[in-house]
T-cell receptor, first 113, second 115 residues
Framework: DTEVTQTPKHLVMGMTNKKSLKCEQH?????MYWYKQKAKKPPELMFV???????INESVPSRFSPECPNSSLLNLHLHALQPEDSALYLC????????????FGEGSRLTVL | KQEVTQIPAALSVPEGENLVLNCSFT??????LQWFRQDPGKGLTSLLL?????REQTSGRLNASLDKSSGRSTLYIAASQPGDSATYLC??????????????FGQGTILTVHP
Protein backbone atom coordinates (compact mmCIF):
# COMPACT_ATOMS: atom_id res chain seq x y z
CA ASP A 1 0.00 0.00 0.00
CA THR A 2 1.81 3.08 -1.25
CA GLU A 3 -0.65 5.64 -0.01
CA VAL A 4 -0.33 9.04 1.55
CA THR A 5 -3.65 10.47 2.69
CA GLN A 6 -4.28 14.20 2.99
CA THR A 7 -7.25 16.01 4.52
CA PRO A 8 -9.07 18.17 3.73
CA LYS A 9 -8.99 18.06 -0.07
CA HIS A 10 -10.22 21.65 -0.26
CA LEU A 11 -9.99 24.46 2.29
CA VAL A 12 -11.18 28.05 2.10
CA MET A 13 -10.11 30.36 4.87
CA GLY A 14 -10.02 34.03 5.72
CA MET A 15 -6.82 35.82 6.59
CA THR A 16 -7.64 35.78 10.32
CA ASN A 17 -8.57 32.09 10.54
CA LYS A 18 -6.56 29.26 12.03
CA LYS A 19 -6.77 25.94 10.25
CA SER A 20 -4.71 22.78 9.84
CA LEU A 21 -3.83 20.42 7.04
CA LYS A 22 -3.31 16.78 7.91
CA CYS A 23 -1.28 14.00 6.33
CA GLU A 24 -1.04 10.33 7.19
CA GLN A 25 1.03 7.42 5.89
CA HIS A 26 1.19 3.81 7.05
CA UNK A 27 4.13 2.62 4.99
CA UNK A 28 6.59 2.85 7.87
CA UNK A 29 8.41 5.70 6.13
CA UNK A 30 10.83 7.68 8.28
CA UNK A 31 10.70 10.96 6.39
CA MET A 32 7.73 13.20 5.68
CA TYR A 33 7.57 16.38 3.64
CA TRP A 34 5.40 19.40 2.96
CA TYR A 35 5.51 20.92 -0.51
CA LYS A 36 3.71 23.94 -1.93
CA GLN A 37 2.71 24.05 -5.58
CA LYS A 38 1.44 27.03 -7.53
CA ALA A 39 -0.30 26.63 -10.87
CA LYS A 40 1.92 25.46 -13.75
CA LYS A 41 4.99 25.28 -11.48
CA PRO A 42 6.82 22.32 -9.96
CA PRO A 43 6.41 21.67 -6.22
CA GLU A 44 8.53 23.74 -3.84
CA LEU A 45 9.83 22.15 -0.65
CA MET A 46 8.68 23.73 2.61
CA PHE A 47 9.61 21.34 5.43
CA VAL A 48 11.20 17.93 5.97
CA UNK A 49 10.76 15.75 9.02
CA UNK A 50 13.28 12.98 9.47
CA UNK A 51 12.63 10.45 12.22
CA UNK A 52 9.97 12.81 13.62
CA UNK A 53 12.39 15.72 13.89
CA UNK A 54 12.34 18.82 11.73
CA UNK A 55 15.43 18.56 9.54
CA ILE A 56 14.78 21.13 6.82
CA ASN A 57 12.85 24.41 6.92
CA GLU A 58 13.15 26.20 3.61
CA SER A 59 12.83 29.66 5.18
CA VAL A 60 9.07 29.34 5.32
CA PRO A 61 7.15 32.23 7.00
CA SER A 62 6.10 31.54 10.57
CA ARG A 63 2.42 31.70 9.62
CA PHE A 64 3.03 28.09 8.49
CA SER A 65 3.80 25.82 11.45
CA PRO A 66 4.55 22.13 10.90
CA GLU A 67 4.05 19.41 13.46
CA CYS A 68 4.91 15.72 13.46
CA PRO A 69 3.00 14.06 16.34
CA ASN A 70 4.30 10.59 15.43
CA SER A 71 5.98 8.73 12.62
CA SER A 72 2.73 8.33 10.67
CA LEU A 73 1.25 11.80 10.98
CA LEU A 74 2.21 15.23 9.75
CA ASN A 75 0.27 18.43 10.28
CA LEU A 76 0.61 21.91 8.84
CA HIS A 77 -0.94 24.60 11.01
CA LEU A 78 -2.03 27.74 9.20
CA HIS A 79 -2.56 31.14 10.77
CA ALA A 80 -2.92 34.67 9.42
CA LEU A 81 -2.31 33.59 5.85
CA GLN A 82 -2.19 35.90 2.86
CA PRO A 83 -4.07 35.51 -0.44
CA GLU A 84 -0.75 34.70 -2.15
CA ASP A 85 -0.53 31.58 0.05
CA SER A 86 -3.36 30.07 -1.98
CA ALA A 87 -1.91 26.94 -3.59
CA LEU A 88 -1.95 23.16 -3.65
CA TYR A 89 -0.21 21.80 -0.55
CA LEU A 90 1.30 18.40 -1.03
CA CYS A 91 2.47 15.95 1.59
CA UNK A 92 4.99 13.26 0.73
CA UNK A 93 6.88 10.49 2.47
CA UNK A 94 9.91 8.33 1.79
CA UNK A 95 11.53 5.33 3.42
CA UNK A 96 14.92 7.02 3.54
CA UNK A 97 15.17 10.64 4.69
CA UNK A 98 17.49 11.79 1.94
CA UNK A 99 17.43 9.62 -1.15
CA UNK A 100 14.40 7.40 -0.98
CA UNK A 101 11.59 7.24 -3.48
CA UNK A 102 9.01 9.91 -2.73
CA UNK A 103 5.31 9.13 -2.54
CA PHE A 104 2.89 12.03 -2.64
CA GLY A 105 -0.63 12.51 -1.42
CA GLU A 106 -3.41 14.00 -3.54
CA GLY A 107 -2.91 17.41 -1.99
CA SER A 108 -5.02 19.99 -0.18
CA ARG A 109 -6.21 22.89 -2.31
CA LEU A 110 -6.06 26.00 -0.14
CA THR A 111 -7.80 29.26 -0.99
CA VAL A 112 -7.16 32.29 1.21
CA LEU A 113 -9.74 35.07 0.88
CA LYS B 1 23.58 24.38 -7.60
CA GLN B 2 21.71 21.60 -9.37
CA GLU B 3 19.50 22.67 -12.27
CA VAL B 4 17.06 20.35 -14.00
CA THR B 5 15.65 21.05 -17.45
CA GLN B 6 12.91 19.21 -19.26
CA ILE B 7 12.38 19.27 -23.00
CA PRO B 8 9.92 19.68 -24.61
CA ALA B 9 7.75 21.89 -22.40
CA ALA B 10 4.66 20.53 -24.14
CA LEU B 11 3.96 17.67 -26.51
CA SER B 12 0.81 16.72 -28.39
CA VAL B 13 0.67 13.38 -30.18
CA PRO B 14 -1.93 11.06 -31.68
CA GLU B 15 -2.82 7.90 -29.83
CA GLY B 16 -0.53 4.96 -30.47
CA GLU B 17 2.70 6.90 -30.95
CA ASN B 18 5.88 6.04 -29.09
CA LEU B 19 7.37 9.11 -27.48
CA VAL B 20 10.38 10.32 -25.55
CA LEU B 21 10.52 12.91 -22.80
CA ASN B 22 13.89 14.40 -21.92
CA CYS B 23 15.38 15.50 -18.61
CA SER B 24 18.85 16.99 -18.16
CA PHE B 25 20.69 17.95 -14.98
CA THR B 26 23.81 20.02 -14.44
CA UNK B 27 25.46 18.17 -11.53
CA UNK B 28 26.15 14.56 -12.44
CA UNK B 29 26.85 13.56 -8.82
CA UNK B 30 23.33 12.27 -8.29
CA UNK B 31 22.15 9.34 -6.18
CA UNK B 32 19.02 8.67 -8.18
CA LEU B 33 16.47 10.26 -10.46
CA GLN B 34 12.72 10.00 -10.14
CA TRP B 35 10.01 10.43 -12.76
CA PHE B 36 6.54 11.55 -11.71
CA ARG B 37 3.21 12.04 -13.39
CA GLN B 38 0.74 14.72 -12.30
CA ASP B 39 -2.87 14.99 -13.44
CA PRO B 40 -4.47 18.46 -13.24
CA GLY B 41 -5.22 19.49 -9.64
CA LYS B 42 -3.89 16.19 -8.28
CA GLY B 43 -0.82 15.01 -6.44
CA LEU B 44 2.29 13.51 -8.00
CA THR B 45 2.39 9.81 -8.82
CA SER B 46 5.78 8.15 -8.76
CA LEU B 47 6.41 6.37 -12.05
CA LEU B 48 10.00 5.19 -11.84
CA LEU B 49 13.01 5.67 -9.60
CA UNK B 50 16.30 4.95 -11.29
CA UNK B 51 19.41 4.59 -9.12
CA UNK B 52 22.70 6.15 -10.17
CA UNK B 53 24.17 2.66 -10.67
CA UNK B 54 21.39 1.70 -13.08
CA ARG B 55 21.15 2.45 -16.77
CA GLU B 56 17.48 1.62 -17.22
CA GLN B 57 14.29 0.98 -15.30
CA THR B 58 11.06 -0.36 -16.79
CA SER B 59 7.45 -0.42 -15.67
CA GLY B 60 4.83 -1.58 -18.14
CA ARG B 61 4.89 0.72 -21.18
CA LEU B 62 7.36 3.06 -19.48
CA ASN B 63 11.11 2.87 -19.73
CA ALA B 64 13.49 5.33 -18.09
CA SER B 65 17.14 5.53 -18.96
CA LEU B 66 19.92 7.35 -17.14
CA ASP B 67 23.27 8.58 -18.42
CA LYS B 68 24.96 10.19 -15.43
CA SER B 69 28.11 11.23 -17.26
CA SER B 70 26.17 13.28 -19.78
CA GLY B 71 23.60 14.48 -17.24
CA ARG B 72 20.58 13.11 -19.05
CA SER B 73 17.58 10.89 -18.51
CA THR B 74 14.84 9.94 -20.92
CA LEU B 75 11.36 8.60 -20.28
CA TYR B 76 10.10 6.45 -23.13
CA ILE B 77 6.36 5.84 -23.38
CA ALA B 78 5.33 3.10 -25.75
CA ALA B 79 2.01 2.99 -27.59
CA SER B 80 0.67 6.16 -26.00
CA GLN B 81 -2.97 6.36 -24.89
CA PRO B 82 -5.26 9.30 -24.09
CA GLY B 83 -5.03 8.28 -20.42
CA ASP B 84 -1.31 9.10 -20.54
CA SER B 85 -2.19 12.78 -20.86
CA ALA B 86 -0.66 14.54 -17.86
CA THR B 87 2.33 16.59 -16.78
CA TYR B 88 5.51 14.56 -16.40
CA LEU B 89 8.17 15.76 -13.97
CA CYS B 90 11.67 14.53 -13.30
CA UNK B 91 13.51 15.24 -10.07
CA UNK B 92 16.92 14.59 -8.51
CA UNK B 93 17.91 14.86 -4.84
CA UNK B 94 20.56 17.41 -3.87
CA UNK B 95 23.84 15.87 -2.80
CA UNK B 96 25.44 17.40 0.28
CA UNK B 97 25.05 20.82 1.87
CA UNK B 98 22.32 21.99 4.21
CA UNK B 99 19.50 20.82 1.94
CA UNK B 100 20.89 17.44 1.06
CA UNK B 101 18.21 15.10 -0.15
CA UNK B 102 15.96 17.96 -1.19
CA UNK B 103 14.50 17.26 -4.63
CA UNK B 104 15.20 19.61 -7.50
CA PHE B 105 12.38 19.36 -10.03
CA GLY B 106 12.31 20.13 -13.70
CA GLN B 107 9.56 22.42 -14.98
CA GLY B 108 7.70 19.45 -16.46
CA THR B 109 6.48 18.31 -19.86
CA ILE B 110 2.76 18.66 -20.53
CA LEU B 111 1.72 15.66 -22.60
CA THR B 112 -1.53 15.50 -24.55
CA VAL B 113 -2.43 12.28 -26.34
CA HIS B 114 -5.44 12.74 -28.58
CA PRO B 115 -7.64 9.91 -29.89
Amino acid sequence: DTEVTQTPKHLVMGMTNKKSLKCEQHMGHRAMYWYKQKAKKPPELMFVYSYEKLSINESVPSRFSPECPNSSLLNLHLHALQPEDSALYLCASSQEPAYGELFFGEGSRLTVL
Amino acid sequence: KQEVTQIPAALSVPEGENLVLNCSFTDSAIYNLQWFRQDPGKGLTSLLLIQSSQREQTSGRLNASLDKSSGRSTLYIAASQPGDSATYLCAVPNAGGTSYGKLTFGQGTILTVHP
